[in-house]
């Protein structure tokens, strides 16, 4: 079972090509979470990764106000030719994957 969060994306025009995918895994004395740092995955190996069972993920939100990261909304995968990632339809725009950082000017 793998729990990940999803804080970006790289994009060629606006098609969504490349997920920033960090791993959620347990602290070393089991009291808390540890996310690891975020690794570039093209968008086939983000949906194979999250198409396994018992996987999960959620956006990843940084908060100017708090200057802190949080768990967003859930991201599932749709089966379409091909599959495809999309978040709950709960009508929060920023925590939509289209509307995640890109990336692709930085990275």
Same mark, same amino acid.
């Given at each position: 079972m793998g729990e990940y969060r999803i804080?970006?994306? +790289?994009k060629?025009?606006?098609?969504?090509?490349h997920y920033a995918v960090h791993t959620r895994t347990r602290n070393a004395?089991?009291?808390?979470?540890?996310?690891?740092q975020a690794v %570039?995955?093209? %968008?086939?190996?983000?949906?194979?990764?999250l198409d396994q069972p018992n996987n999960s993920? %959620?956006?990843?939100? +940084?908060?100017?106000?708090?200057?802190l990261w949080s768990a967003g909304s859930d991201i599932h995968v749709v089966d379409g030719n091909p599959k495809f990632l999309r978040?709950?339809?709960d009508g929060v725009l920023k925590d939509n994957l289209?509307?995640?950082?890109?990336?692709?000017?930085? +990275?």
């Open positions: 804080s970006g994306v +790289w060629s025009g606006n098609v969504i090509t004395d089991n009291t808390g979470y540890v996310l690891g %570039k995955m093209t %968008k086939a190996s983000t949906v194979a990764l993920a %959620k956006t990843y939100l +940084w908060s100017y106000q708090t200057a978040t709950n339809h289209s509307h995640l950082p890109d990336y692709s000017w930085v +990275w």
